[in-house]
């Protein structure tokens, strides 16, 4: 409810006109009403965020910026999509192969991981997360986020080989925590690179496809971990570690194509200070030579960046006017989707299927993935574009 009445709020204060039968009056200068003005101007001045307004140009997907956007896509968001529906199907499979908790002098299984343990193992890859989002910033602008994604690629091939090579439960948990720490890397530095890379006119179409290939590869782990493929858990006690290992053919694909893409031309110019590299990449991704509003609109943010309105420490998300609507709206959104239980059921949901009676609780689970990429597909529509649709879609989404 909070966020929808924030959502309208910034819509009546985005749809104020000027009655076309009521003309301008210009208050003469020194007036009351023009002193009033300016002195809310210099007690607000620091609020107003500004923005160049140019005409939008029709901005085409050259090669290299289609090459980039499925370099990071497909070698990174896969990743995080995949390894967060993988762990939903194979539970029992991965119980059965055990030896850590085994009789010494037997060759059967007793029971190697505890209830406690699997939940550990379950919930311990969005603690990772956590750990791996808090750095991404401040790495991303340390060494570039080109070169962050690269490197994030040694963290999925440690966590997929302890999960694979896992003889005991504690090695397969450290595994899932390591996937975790690769996974809010992820989370972070896809939709940043793709942002920079892209010109406004496609940013929006351009970043839905980071969520697209996340929902797309749960939907991926699911399907591989259905019974017919992964087989019985009674008896192929090895086939889940080929399934756990999968991640790493998307690592060796941006391992391969990654190092052909641009750096962030927004990156190399705002933080590098390096106009003509910055340059030179906007033409090799725009495939034209004039690329000045691009680099008047860094130039500006550079300004900006280093003026008085710059964000230099949290609390001013709280007492500046400007910025304390954005954060209620970006937190109650995430609160919301978190809230919702999408979490629970992506980890839980075969094994909740199959107490409610489903009869094939994972075929149940490959149905809810199919809905997430359907719905996902939706906003990929070029006609979500346009600001008012993203909030009639957003509001639709909350009501839902």
Not at 48 to 69: D, F, G, H, W, Y
Not at 277 to 301: F, H, P, Q, S, Y
Request: hydrophobic letters at 45%; a positive charge.
């Amino acid at each position: 409810i909070i966020f929808l009445f924030a959502m309208h709020m910034a819509e009546v204060g985005d749809s104020v006109t000027v009655s076309e039968s009521q003309p301008l009056v210009s208050p003469k200068e020194g007036s009351p009403a023009v002193q009033r003005g300016r002195q809310e101007w210099e007690s607000n001045k620091e609020d107003v965020v500004p923005q160049v307004r140019r005409p939008a140009r029709k901005e085409r997907v050259t090669p290299i910026l289609a090459l980039s956007v499925a370099a990071a896509v497909i070698g990174s968001s896969t990743q995080f999509g995949f390894n967060s529906g993988v762990i939903n199907s194979p539970k029992q499979a991965i119980n059965n192969s055990f030896w850590g908790h085994a009789h010494p002098n037997e060759s059967r299984f007793d029971a190697p991981f505890t209830s406690t343990e699997m939940n550990v193992a379950v919930a311990i890859f969005a603690i990772g997360g956590m750990f791996g989002a808090l750095p991404a910033g401040p790495l991303a602008d340390l060494i570039g986020r080109k070169y962050v994604m690269l490197l994030n690629n040694i963290v999925i091939m440690i966590g997929v080989a302890l999960e694979s090579f896992a003889i005991h439960p504690f090695m397969f948990i450290a595994g899932r925590f390591v996937v975790g720490l690769n996974a809010g890397l992820n989370t972070v530095l896809v939709p940043l690179y793709i942002s920079e890379i892209s010109p406004v006119s496609l940013r929006g179409s351009l970043g839905v496809f980071h969520q697209m290939a996340i929902t797309s590869t749960i939907l991926l782990s699911q399907v591989l971990g259905l019974k017919e493929l992964l087989g019985r858990p009674d008896k192929d006690f090895y086939a889940w570690r080929i399934l756990f290992a999968f991640p790493v053919l998307f690592a060796v694909f941006q391992l391969l194509t990654l190092p052909w893409c641009p750096k962030s031309p927004r990156y190399l110019y705002i933080k590098l200070k390096r106009e003509i590299a910055a340059k030179n990449i906007l033409v090799r991704l725009r495939g034209r030579l004039d690329v000045k509003d691009e680099l008047k609109d860094m130039e500006d943010e550079c300004n900006a960046t280093g003026s008085s309105m710059k964000i230099r420490d949290l609390p001013q998300f709280f007492t500046r006017r400007s910025l304390r609507l954005p954060l209620l709206i970006g937190i109650v959104l995430h609160m919301s989707q978190q809230l919702s239980g999408i979490v629970g059921v992506l980890y839980y949901s075969t094994q909740i299927f199959e107490n409610a009676g489903v009869q094939n609780g994972d075929v149940a689970t490959v149905a809810v993935g199919v809905v997430l990429v359907i719905f996902t597909f939706i906003l990929v529509r070029r006609h979500l574009n346009p600001l008012y649709c993203r909030h009639t879609y957003t509001d639709n989404g909350c009501i839902v």
